[in-house]
């Protein structure tokens, strides 16, 4: 059913459907065959997922027992921070991994081996992360159900709760903390199979080609008021909420929305990403819409059109597949 809609789409409207036509229909014809998932094995990180100077100990420490993965530690710590190691909540849950002062004076450990356990530095805070995530993993190892589950569940709601009522307990903030990591976690992965493509896509491409040629506004949205006019992640953003999904406002917080394929994978209505530092996502400066074929519709810059232009530039750090849970389970703060 995708594949009718998104041929009648891009051969409905002339020349301009015929020109993407070239572009896509090879690519995304493909599509119709591909199935997500894919084997087992050790979790590896996507490339760019985490920045660079948290990715080799994320990497070691997400390995610390079986519950845990490095993508799992990664979606914690987007979740709780968003790779701030200065992070302060109201709660004075402190640093990247957003312990309370409490639960690091039992859990804190010395990380990088300097002789002092600091919340503030994530050599010390990330593998005191990975150490609590392991331990309420062996509180709740006789807990029926799936042990990470319940270790994320613990982690949120206390191994007591868990325990308690056997599996995850039926709090709201608990359950939707799971899930959410849960999915993020997919955002952190490097697939080790096909990733399934997105039913999205066609209409978030169709709406993205009936604005080509207008013109870029920094911080345009679409509105009225601005004449219409989008900037590159206004773009992006726009083109996925005509498709009922939410997208974040900023270019680098919408890398976190789904999982991400490799170049020879991608398919049209992936979003692609372009980065100061191919290594740390927080560096990403600019987002197009893929349409297949090596080519993008973006909203480039200050005094060019929103147009096709090509996704092999050396800025070039990644693609991602948005999915609706993707989106949903980014954290409000970065919306």
């Known amino acids: 059913m995708a594949r009718k809609v998104w041929l009648a789409v891009i051969f409905g409207g002339g020349l301009l459907f015929s020109f993407m036509a070239l572009l896509v229909v090879g690519t995304y014809s493909a599509a119709a065959g591909l199935a997500g998932g894919g084997s087992g094995g050790a ?6 997922a985490v920045p660079d100077v948290y990715q080799p100990i994320v990497q070691k420490w997400g390995s610390l027992c079986p519950a845990l993965n490095p993508a799992l530690l990664a979606a914690q ?16 849950a402190q640093g990247i991994a957003q312990f309370i002062p409490g ?18 530095d994530p050599q010390d805070a ?17 807990v029926p159900g799936d042990n990470t589950d319940n270790m994320l569940a613990a982690y949120n709601a206390g191994a007591y709760a868990v325990i308690q009522h056997g599996g995850v307990p039926p709090y709201r903030e608990t359950q939707n903390y799971v899930t959410t990591i849960r999915t993020l976690e997919k955002s952190f992965a490097a697939p080790v199979g096909t990733v399934r493509p997105s039913q999205q896509a066609a209409g978030a491409i169709y709406f993205a080609q009936t604005r080509i040629g207008t013109p870029y506004l920094w911080g345009g949205e679409g509105t009225a008021a601005q004449g219409g006019r989008f900037d590159c992640s206004g773009l992006t953003q726009a083109a996925y909420a005509s498709v009922g999904i939410t997208l974040p406002r900023v270019a680098n917080d919408q890398w976190n929305a789904g999982a991400h394929p490799g170049r020879n994978e991608m398919l049209p209505g992936d979003l692609v990403f372009f980065a100061h530092n191919l290594d740390d996502p927080r560096s990403i400066h600019h987002v197009g819409l893929y349409v297949g074929g090596g080519y993008m519709i973006d909203a480039p810059h200050t005094g060019a059109v929103i147009r096709f232009d090509r996704i092999d530039t050396p800025d070039f750090i990644g693609a991602t597949r948005v999915t609706q849970a993707g989106a949903a389970a980014l954290p409000v703060a970065a919306a």
Do not use: F
């Open 77 to 92: 710590l987007y979740q709780e921070s968003g790779w701030d190691p200065r992070a302060q909540s109201g709660a004075q």
């Open 103 to 120: 639960t690091w004076a039992t859990h804190g450990i010395d990380g990088n081996g300097d002789g002092k356990a600091d919340v503030w």
């Open 43 to 48: 979790v590896r990180l996507a490339k760019g």
């Open 126 to 142: 990330i593998p005191s992360a990975a150490t609590y995530d392991c331990d309420l993993a062996r509180y709740v190892k006789d």
